[in-house]
């Protein structure tokens, strides 16, 4: 049982970069701006808020954060919140880290253990920084009352976040500090004549002379700011930081003990079941009651404008309840046609245009190049798809609101469901508490809401997990592409200009701190999605070169105001993309956009390299100018054995099994991660299918906090990417969703013939750290891609790499010149 | 509408519970939710994943949509019935060594199926082994660890 009792420190600031935004959400960076609904505006007035407070104490006044700023809004937020408990103020050491008597540390954070490590990689940095056993160390995650506000666990961002000379790792270094400053007194020594191990600090030379760290502060407080100077421990030090420690959460998973927030379970808890639409767009016209009257255990339906669910006592009979419940809904708003959806996608206005560099001569150099390549890429919408459906508990009673939730986004759910409830944000707390592994926006935030609401109508705890269905048919799907590329070679055979220009769609994404409507139960409670805001023509590209979501190739110099910010040498460079409306809900999904602009990326490169008969790796390193970049691909492919040559291979066969091999790379994010994969293949030429036989990646993401973590995520990227690549597509047909189970939706099982995974790890302690999390699935799609065509002599432009759709390609090569 | 309740027997982990429940309520939710264990879990609630699997009578059963009436006296185990976390079960034990998952949510499948396979099949084939976990999930995709932790646990049987 649990009980949301504990220490409660309420109202934080938000100390982010602002960077950090931009990484969100995907595309091109945008800046933050805070519209908000009529039902949003009405909320906050039933709640006794106006629009003003709500931003200042939610914390969307991110931009131009100050010192005087951030105390001003303290004070706002006193006056409003009534008696509340002592502010988390994200520049106190204390708000990070506390001591207690016995000498037993415990640090907060808002960077949330997804299943990605995240949480064993924080307790070997705040123990590394403190000189004391990981055992001795305990973390708490993402609790908006007691931990700061990190924003979204989200872009490969918490490495960054915490592990460089900020936030946590700031905290770590400024708590030792603090504690030799307190020994120096305690003891009579000079600082630089003590060493700290173990919790205790002795004088060099006298072992006798020590004080622990219990009896320096044990149980008080430290109250000083978080140093600006305070000095990491160099990685040549480190002790346990860098080592392969094991995920201290492993032995709990691995026996069935481990807490997932489906097994939350608080005094007098009911279950709810949501009663989602039959179609997209749909609207509800009447519900009736009688339908489910009587039914054992039924407790109430809930009906909130198109919002509709029930509450029982057991989970089973809330099922039976909503299967049972008459709901009449006016017809869908219809979708198009899924077979030509890309051309729809295409043709779609308005739309939103972005140049993310445009050197103005990019039609001028393609009329003078030797010859000009294109090709047109297609990628679906893909999901989520989380093992476990999302499950959340709430439990809302009359004006305070406490929200065990597994979302990446603990104070901006808190923000968002004050909205859907229509609460003060201090009388809102969430809990973070994991879920299955959610790749990105999954049910995660939009099943907090079902049970915030359910919770709200029935005064009591109410359990929500979602059905399968509902998960997968209305989660915010990673979203589909389409990418024309072109380049221009000269008579060298190199690229001349590159000309690349894409189409995606979108509707709502994170909530944030105030868009309920971005998730599907926000909507269905009357609240707006993110207005979708046309642009064209595009303008020009301002500010510095942002690759933040890869549109960009990594050949490309990307040159912006007058700086040079790519990893390319192509200096004729122009990259369009458009934004369309989305019929479905999008977010980000593992790598977004990143994803899908890399697959257009790197087997566009490799077809440019195949045309002029050079070999894909020489001709990668040719048109790279950054170091980082051209070694991991070097480390990828000497791991490999590579056979440097030109695809194809030059002993095509037409039938039988073909093998072949393939490469690809990328600059996550354009400065979060370096990497590059090496893919072999084995395709069966009678029926299309593609067996993977191995996988090679390089990574360079600075100074390695664990390596054993890094590769889990390195091996598990490039197979869940591989699963993507090869059989993961969203479908529907003029009303709805069909993808809605995993008949129809397909995720490699554990018992495909999996490949070796090698991992080549590079570790360098002398930059800054950057995420591993989304490298490796970024690059699979184009490496076994490149592998297919280096066997068969033949391009697949489409994802998923079907086997009707390889069997297609291989039939369309006779008479092809690409065919040797 | 009404709903006939029945006293359904059953041996979990070793301990015996009377439970008086609607007799099409699948395994699972009696499980979970009445008696809060937290080995098994709802994935997709088809049979599809395996995220909800138990051992019965040394079978690997999805217990999303096995109708508890049709279990009545049957002794289960479910993930927590294998070991602790002090003292693992040997293919637990298999798991941590090559720690092997991310987010944890598929283990219960994962386990308890191989568990079950290579219990019937010592001398199980890698091909085989793949086989018996065709149907069985795990999204964070930490396949190659799993498939290590299983033939561990199987060189160790043999």
Not at chain 1, 301 to 330: C, D, H, S, Y
Not at chain 1, 376 to 391: E, R
Not at chain 1, 466 to 471: M, W
Request: hydrophobic share 40%.
């Amino acid at each position: 049982m649990r009980s949301p009792e504990g220490p409660v420190r309420s109202e934080t600031l938000i100390l982010r970069r602002a960077q950090d935004e931009r990484r969100v959400e995907g595309l091109a960076p945008r800046r933050r701006t805070v519209t908000m609904t009529p039902d949003a505006r009405a909320a906050l007035a039933r709640a006794g808020f106006s629009r003003r407070d709500f931003l200042k104490t939610s914390g969307a006044l991110i931009v131009g954060f100050s010192a005087a700023g951030a105390a001003q809004r303290i004070g706002l937020a006193q006056r409003g919140g009534g008696a509340r408990g002592p502010q988390v103020d994200a520049r106190q050491l204390d708000s990070w880290i506390a001591i207690a008597t016995d000498g037993s540390v415990t640090a907060y954070t808002g960077k949330c253990e997804l299943g990605q490590g995240i949480s064993t990689a924080q307790l070997q940095l705040v123990a590394e920084e403190l000189s004391v056993p990981i055992a001795r160390v305990k973390l708490i995650q993402c609790d908006t009352s007691i931990a700061p506000d990190q924003g979204t666990t989200s872009g490969s961002q918490s490495t960054p976040t915490n592990f460089n000379e900020r936030n946590l790792a700031q905290a770590g270094a400024t708590a030792r500090e603090a504690l030799v400053r307190l020994a120096s007194e305690r003891l009579g020594a000079p600082v630089n004549q003590l060493a700290a191990a173990d919790g205790v600090i002795t004088v060099k030379g006298d072992a006798s002379k020590r004080v622990s760290y219990g009896e320096l502060v044990g149980g008080k407080k430290f109250s000083i700011p978080l140093s600006t100077t305070a000095k990491r421990k160099p990685a040549s030090e480190w002790t346990v930081l860098g080592k392969p420690v094991g995920r201290v959460d492993m032995p709990a998973m691995a026996t069935g003990q481990f807490e997932f927030v489906h097994n939350v379970r608080v005094p007098g808890m009911l279950h709810g079941r949501v009663v989602r639409p039959p179609a997209v767009g749909a609207t509800l016209v009447s519900v009736d009651e009688s339908s489910v009257r009587g039914l054992p255990g039924l407790v109430k339906v809930v009906v909130k404008k198109n919002f509709v669910g029930v509450v029982a006592e057991k989970p089973w009979q809330a099922i039976q309840a909503a299967n049972r419940l008459k709901a009449t809904w006016t017809p869908g708003v219809g979708l198009p046609s899924h077979r030509d959806f890309y051309d729809y996608l295409r043709k779609q206005k308005p739309s939103r245009d972005t140049f993310v560099v445009s050197s103005k001569d990019v039609d001028e150099k393609l009329a003078q190049a030797k010859e000009v390549l294109k090709a047109t890429y297609l990628h679906p919408y893909q999901m989520h798809g989380s093992i476990g459906s999302s499950c959340a508990v709430a439990d809302v009673q009359g004006d305070k609101a406490t929200i065990w939730s597994p979302t990446q986004s603990a104070h901006p759910t808190r923000s968002g469901s004050a909205l859907l409830l229509g609460l003060p944000v201090e009388n809102v707390r969430v809990i973070f508490t994991r879920g299955s592994g959610c790749y990105g926006i999954n049910g995660a935030d939009t099943v907090s809401y079902d049970a915030a609401l359910l919770s709200q109508a029935v005064g009591k705890p109410v359990r929500v997990q979602l059905s399968r269905r509902d998960e997968m048919a209305w989660e915010n799907y990673g979203v589909a592409f389409v990418i024309d590329q072109r380049v221009g070679i000269d008579a060298n055979g190199t690229i001349v200009a590159w000309d690349y220009e894409g189409w995606s769609p979108t509707l709502g994404g994170r909530p944030g701190y105030d868009r309920p409507g971005n998730v599907i139960t926000g909507q269905l409670a009357g609240f707006e999605p993110a207005a979708f805001t046309p642009r064209t023509p595009a303008p020009d590209p301002g500010g510095a070169f942002d690759n933040g979501g890869n549109t960009a190739p990594s050949y490309v110099t990307g040159c912006v105001g007058g700086k040079c910010g790519g990893t390319g040498t192509v200096r004729s460079e122009r990259v369009l993309s458009h934004t369309v409306k989305s019929h479905f809900f999008t977010g980000p999904l593992r790598s977004p956009s990143r994803l899908q602009n890399t697959f257009a990326h790197e087997c566009f490169m490799d077809e440019v390299a195949s045309r002029v008969k050079v070999d894909p790796v020489e001709y990668r390193l040719r048109h790279l100018s950054d170091a980082r970049l051209s070694h991991v691909v070097r480390e990828a492919a000497k791991a490999a054995r590579w056979e440097a040559r030109p695809s194809p291979r030059p002993d095509v066969r037409r039938t039988g099994i073909a093998g072949g091999r393939g490469i690809s790379c990328v600059l996550y994010e354009g400065d979060n991660g370096y990497a590059a994969m090496v893919a072999e293949v084995d395709v069966d030429q009678a029926t299309g299918r593609v067996r993977v036989k191995r996988i090679v990646v390089a990574q360079d993401c600075g100074p390695i906090s664990n390596p054993d973590g890094m590769r889990n995520q390195l091996e598990g990227g490039a197979l869940q990417g591989m699963s993507r690549a090869l059989g993961e597509e969203v479908t529907w047909d003029d009303q709805k969703v069909t993808s809605i189970d995993w008949r129809t939706y397909h995720s490699l099982p554990l018992g495909f013939e999996v490949p070796a995974v090698e991992s080549v790890l590079v570790n360098r302690t002398d930059v800054e750290a950057t995420g591993s999390g989304e490298t490796s699935i970024t690059i699979v799609a184009a490496a076994i891609g490149n592998a297919i065509f280096d066997a068969t002599g033949a391009r697949i432009r489409q994802v998923p790499f079907t086997p009707e759709r390889v069997k297609a390609a291989l039939d369309a090569r006779i008479g092809s010149s690409a065919l040797l | 509408m009404a709903v006939t309740m029945a006293t359904i027997s059953l041996t979990v982990n070793g301990r015996s519970h009377a439970l008086n429940v609607d007799p099409d309520t699948p395994l699972l939710y009696v499980l979970s939710d009445d008696l809060e264990l937290r080995g098994p879990k709802f994935g997709c609630g088809l049979g599809q994943c395996g995220a909800c699997t138990v051992i019965v009578r040394g079978r690997a059963v999805r217990s999303c949509v096995t109708p508890v009436g049709t279990l009545n006296r049957a002794d289960i185990t479910t993930l927590e019935g294998l070991g602790t976390s002090e003292r693992p079960h040997p293919i637990q034990q298999a798991f941590i060594d090559e720690q092997a998952a991310q987010c944890g949510f598929c283990l219960s499948g994962v386990i308890l199926t191989a568990k079950a396979f290579l219990d019937q099949n010592p001398r199980a084939t890698d091909p085989q082994i793949q086989q018996a976990m065709s149907t069985v999930l795990c999204r964070c995709f930490a396949h190659t660890r799993m498939l290590r932790a299983i033939k561990r646990y199987a060189q160790e049987k043999a």
